[in-house]
């Protein structure tokens, strides 16, 4: 007698596990998340990098339209960060007379990541302040204001960088791309904030 409800229940575990609902609930939410992501960054200018930069946070973001601005702006400051880190730990490739230029880029990008913490204070002041029915509109602004000033500390800082002839060939190139990577994720950031903030 027992045997039989035995394999009853094998055969219902394996009905259960092949269900549709079941393959459902276990793989479409990333998918799912996925598809969120790649049809809100297709209002970035650089789609391709926004889609790279936060999929592999899908599980965290999900569809949830704040969990993905939060998201963004946490990947733009990581990666200003790591490029401030990166630069300040070249300086043995700064070409004689280029210190001055260097200093003044390490403190632009310095100013670009504590514009950037400042844009994710305010988004935290955004749905704090909606949930007690205070205009949003001033923190929307200073999200808006502290992004746009991180993206012009990091075009400021590459450009003069270039210009300068500050760095050896091999280190300007790498700077560079690290630059333009911080700045991209950062107008992406803003991109999707502009779209999507009232949704906060």
Same mark, same amino acid.
């Given at each position: 007698?027992?045997?039989?409800?035995?394999?009853?229940?094998?055969?219902?575990?394996?009905?259960?596990?092949?269900?549709?609902?079941?393959?459902?609930?276990?793989?479409?939410?990333?998918?799912?998340?996925?598809?969120?992501?790649?049809?809100?960054?297709?209002?970035?200018?650089?789609?391709?990098?926004?889609?790279?930069?936060?999929?592999?946070?899908?599980?965290?973001?999900?569809?949830?339209?704040?969990?993905?601005?939060?998201?963004?702006?946490?990947?733009?400051?990581?990666?200003?960060?790591?490029? =401030?880190?990166?630069?300040?730990? =070249?300086?043995?490739?700064? =070409?004689?007379?280029?210190?001055?230029?260097?200093?003044?880029?390490?403190?632009?990008?310095?100013?670009?990541?504590?514009?950037?913490?400042?844009?994710?204070?305010?988004?935290?002041?955004?749905?704090?302040?909606?949930?007690?029915?205070?205009?949003?509109?001033?923190?929307?602004?200073?999200?808006?204001?502290?992004?746009?000033?991180?993206?012009?500390?990091?075009?400021?800082?590459?450009?003069?960088?270039?210009?300068?002839?500050?760095?050896?060939?091999?280190?300007?190139?790498?700077?560079?791309?690290?630059?333009?990577?911080?700045?991209?994720?950062?107008?992406?950031?803003?991109?999707?904030?502009?779209?999507?903030?009232?949704?906060?």
């Amino acid at each position: 007698m027992a045997k039989p409800l035995i394999l009853l229940l094998a055969a219902l575990s394996i009905l259960y596990t092949a269900s549709p609902a079941n393959a459902a609930t276990t793989s479409s939410p990333s998918s799912s998340a996925i598809d969120f992501i790649e049809a809100s960054c297709s209002a970035t200018l650089y789609p391709a990098l926004c889609v790279q930069s936060l999929s592999r946070y899908a599980v965290s973001i999900q569809r949830n339209r704040s969990q993905l601005i939060q998201t963004a702006f946490s990947v733009s400051l990581d990666e200003a960060q790591s490029t =401030k880190t990166i630069f300040a730990n =070249k300086l043995n490739g700064v =070409k004689p007379g280029g210190m001055a230029v260097v200093k003044d880029c390490l403190e632009q990008i310095g100013d670009a990541v504590d514009q950037l913490r400042e844009s994710i204070e305010e988004l935290k002041n955004i749905g704090q302040a909606k949930g007690v029915g205070q205009d949003v509109e001033f923190h929307i602004s200073n999200v808006q204001t502290w992004t746009s000033a991180a993206l012009t500390d990091l075009s400021t800082c590459t450009d003069a960088v270039v210009a300068g002839e500050a760095l050896d060939g091999g280190l300007e190139t790498s700077v560079r791309a690290r630059m333009d990577g911080a700045a991209r994720v950062t107008s992406n950031a803003l991109a999707l904030f502009n779209r999507f903030g009232n949704e906060l």
